[in-house]
């Protein structure tokens, strides 16, 4: 099992910033890689950022790409995503995942959820 917590969430107004933190603990080895995802009122959770523990080798979704960036603490188990020209569309609950991988689809536990709102 993987736990997983989640912080940073908040207010921020249109082409502010933001940083999440998302702490691992438990059994943090058995997945190689860390994942962001978001999910907006009356959308499905997508895609937004991924980091392997390793090498940090990351991979980000096409609408956050040059404005988000991911990175990891390993000493700390901790993963963070720096949120820059936020925009109104990126208001969703973003939740931290443990994956098996950098694919997407490789998400095996789940934080509870930090929310974002951007105003315009």
């Known amino acids: 099992q993987v ?3 989640e912080s940073g969430g908040g207010l921020v107004q249109a082409g502010g910033s933001l940083r999440l933190s998302c702490t691992a603990s438990g059994r943090t080895f058995s997945n190689r890689a860390m994942g962001w995802f978001r ?18 080798a990351t991979i980000y979704a096409r609408s956050v790409q040059g404005r988000f960036i991911i990175s990891r603490d390993n000493a700390k188990s901790t993963v963070y995503l720096q949120m820059n020209s936020l ?12 994956q098996k991988g950098l694919n997407p689809s490789s998400a095996a536990y789940w934080g509870q959820g930090t ?6």
């Open 39 to 56: 999910q907006a009122p009356g959308k499905e959770r997508e895609f937004v950022a991924a980091v392997t523990w390793s090498d940090g």
């Open 3 to 5: 736990q997983l917590v």
């Open 87 to 98: 925009k109104p569309e990126d208001t969703a609950v973003y939740y931290c995942a443990s």
């Open 115 to 120: 929310q974002v709102t951007v105003s315009s």
